[in-house]
């Protein structure tokens, strides 16, 4: 059962930055399309940013777009979440999800988190001065 594990969260001021791991100990993670989602309190879980089996495309929300990036590194089995400027509405719980799917990501349905089969624990990031 691949098993996700999230790390890197914290509090950070406005205009800040951080980066986000996750991590499946024995699994091959570059046959997963992962996903970033995130949860504020009293809001729904929203899809962040998505990137394809062997990296072949990502997928943006529009709130993040220019700010955070997603990215994998195949010879530490993590894929990275890069997030740049960041502003207190981006306060959250950050999940990663997986599918070993071909076709997540190409499409609308990557920010779907009924897409995902297998879903981390959950970081938090906290924006605040």
């Known amino acids: 059962q691949l098993q996700l594990v999230e790390s890197g969260g914290g509090l950070v001021q406005p205009g800040g930055s951080l980066r986000l791991s996750c991590e499946a100990p024995g699994f091959t993670l570059n046959n997963y399309a992962i996903g970033w989602f995130r949860q504020a309190p009293g809001k729904e879980r929203e899809g962040v940013l998505c990137?394809?089996?062997?990296?072949?495309?990502?997928n943006y929300a529009d709130s993040v777009k220019g700010r955070f990036t997603i990215s994998r590194d195949n010879t530490k089995n993590t894929v990275y979440l890069q997030m740049n400027n960041l502003q207190p509405e981006d306060t959250a719980v950050y999940y990663c999800?997986?599918?070993?799917?071909?076709?997540?990501?190409?499409?609308?349905?990557?920010?779907?988190?009924?897409?995902?089969?297998?879903w981390g624990q959950g970081t938090q990031v906290t924006v605040s001065s």
């Open positions: 999800a997986a599918d070993e799917s071909s076709f997540l990501c190409w499409g609308a349905s990557w920010s779907r988190s009924e897409q995902y089969d297998y």
């Open positions: 990137i394809s089996r062997s990296s072949a495309n990502t």
